[in-house]
């Protein structure tokens, strides 16, 4: 099966029919009432990155939700964030929404195509075709690792919806491990690459997800972050910001500094487009 980037996300829900998303429904919203009543939904949180409780608040939402900036190190997070239990419930049944619009679809399709493209060839031009395995943090339906499959990669991935996790095994027969990637018991150095393709804002721990993803990376192995870019502009990220969905908005200054503590040496850094970042970085051995 060649990866067909207009037919994959139709094919993702053809499988789920109206009375499987009611019962699905009802199920959330009961876990999430449950949790809502026992004050487990939210938590507070001071900086991710230094630990800090200093910082300048910056925007507050109807549900009292902050985004801050820390005036230590500069990181802006959402000083609330999802529990854990919230966040397996919140993720439980995610799938992506599909465009219906043919013309639109197609022009995302392209657009995503656009993306694995660029992001492949960063990788192989550093790896020199050694393709190895990669491991992808956060697959949705794996439509990324089914075309890096294609281009000769070993792959398989984490995901944290039910849902993904079925149409990514039994659809396209990735193999995809369930919860967040520091709770998985995986080998250490086992991986020759890692990527994190715009998951990295919603971490509810960024630093212990990198280190996580700094023990399982071989000596010498790669990990790729892209993430949204707004912190250049604090304005734009008000507009921006998804509180609290985004807990962390990375700078170039946070997002370096957040490799170096994860022990990874930064080989490749942009931010051309003001709303996306990305950053391929080594792992420094020993």
Not at 46 to 73: A, V
Not at 244 to 264: C, N, Q, W
């Amino acid at each position: 099966m060649k990866y067909d980037p207009d037919k994959f996300l139709n094919n993702v829900v053809v499988s789920l029919d109206i009375e499987d998303r009611k019962e699905m429904n009802e199920d959330f919203m009961k876990s999430l009432n449950q949790l809502q009543e026992q004050g487990k939904v939210l938590e507070k949180v001071d900086c991710l990155l230094c630990g800090s409780s200093k910082r300048e608040i910056l925007l507050t939402c109807d549900d009292n939700t902050q985004l801050c900036m820390c005036t230590d190190c500069g990181l802006f997070y959402s000083n609330t964030r999802p529990t854990k239990e919230a966040l397996a419930i919140l993720s439980k049944y995610y799938l992506p929404s599909v465009i219906t619009d043919a013309d639109i679809q197609r022009r995302q399709a392209r657009d995503k195509l656009e993306g694995f493209e660029t992001e492949l060839a960063l990788i192989n031009q550093d790896v020199e075709n050694k393709k190895g395995l990669l491991l992808d943090v956060g697959v949705a339906c794996g439509d990324f690792l089914f075309y890096a499959r294609e281009e000769g990669w070993k792959v398989c991935g984490t995901e944290l919806s039910i849902l993904c996790m079925h149409v990514a095994n039994e659809i396209f027969k990735i193999p995809v491990f369930y919860g967040e990637l520091h709770e998985l018991n995986i080998e250490e150095k086992t991986f020759d690459v890692v990527t994190m393709r715009h998951v990295a804002e919603h971490f509810r721990n960024p630093l212990v997800e990198f280190k996580k993803a700094h023990t399982i990376l071989k000596d010498g192995g790669l990990l790729l972050v892209t993430t949204p870019y707004f912190a250049h502009d604090v304005k734009d990220l008000k507009r921006n910001h998804m509180l609290p969905l985004h807990i962390v908005d990375y700078s170039p200054k946070t997002i370096r500094a957040f490799m170096e503590k994860a022990g990874f040496d930064i080989i490749y850094f942009a931010a051309e487009d003001v709303h996306n970042m990305t950053v391929l970085a080594r792992k420094i051995s020993g």
